[in-house]
């Protein structure tokens, strides 16, 4: 393969915020709205879930069907990213664990909300630096899946010395 190929290969392989599929986005919206609609009362579930399976049975949680329901809106808001700009490796792992580790909360609200946020300023701050450091010549999701990839390992080791 040469190399122009190749360039052509990557940039439909890697997930691209300065291409975004606009003919999505009030479909996407509108999915979004209507997920968090149906998914709003669940907030609370979680907080019981993250006990465990059989500490949420005994505090009456159907937990099949809500584990079911969480996954399928979880898949839902996946592939409405990945159609919109293409898959972003291990953006999921960074914002959920760093809204873990600075919020110190169990309540999923605020860890939720802290995650969008984080997730928001670290796709602004990868933006800025594609912008303005490296003009453009690198695409936003390898520097997300380099610091995510080092935030892995890190997350690896710290786990093993504990």
Same mark, same amino acid.
């Given at each position: 393969?040469?190399?122009?190929?190749?360039?052509?290969?990557?940039?439909?392989?890697?997930?691209?915020?300065?291409?975004?599929?606009? %003919?999505?986005?009030?479909?996407?919206?509108?999915? =979004?709205?209507? =997920?968090?609609?149906?998914?709003?009362?669940?907030? #609370?579930?979680?907080?019981?879930? %993250?006990?465990?399976?059989? #500490?949420?049975?005994?505090?009456?949680?159907?937990?099949? &069907?809500? /584990?079911?329901?969480?996954?399928?809106?979880?898949?839902?808001?996946?592939?409405?990213?990945?159609?919109?700009?293409?898959?972003?490796?291990?953006?999921?792992?960074?914002?959920?664990?760093?809204?873990?580790?600075?919020?110190?909360?169990?309540?999923? &609200?605020?860890?939720?909300?802290?995650?969008?946020?984080?997730?928001?300023?670290?796709?602004?701050?990868? #933006?800025?630096?594609?912008?303005? /450091?490296?003009?453009?010549?690198?695409?936003?999701?390898?520097? /997300?899946?380099? %610091?995510?990839?080092?935030?892995?390992?890190?997350? =690896?080791?710290? #786990?093993?010395?504990?």
């Amino acid at each position: 393969m040469d190399p122009n190929e190749y360039d052509a290969l990557l940039g439909t392989l890697v997930a691209s915020f300065e291409n975004i599929n606009s %003919s999505l986005i009030l479909i996407s919206i509108g999915l =979004l709205i209507i =997920l968090t609609i149906f998914l709003r009362k669940d907030l #609370q579930l979680l907080d019981v879930i %993250s006990l465990g399976r059989n #500490q949420a049975i005994n505090l009456g949680v159907d937990y099949n &069907k809500s /584990i079911r329901r969480l996954l399928m809106g979880v898949t839902i808001c996946i592939s409405i990213s990945t159609a919109m700009v293409g898959p972003v490796t291990f953006l999921g792992l960074i914002v959920a664990n760093l809204s873990r580790e600075f919020l110190k909360t169990y309540k999923h &609200k605020f860890i939720i909300t802290g995650a969008a946020l984080f997730g928001m300023l670290f796709l602004v701050g990868g #933006q800025f630096i594609v912008e303005h /450091i490296f003009t453009y010549s690198v695409p936003v999701s390898v520097f /997300i899946s380099v %610091s995510g990839g080092i935030y892995f390992l890190y997350l =690896l080791i710290k #786990q093993r010395s504990v």
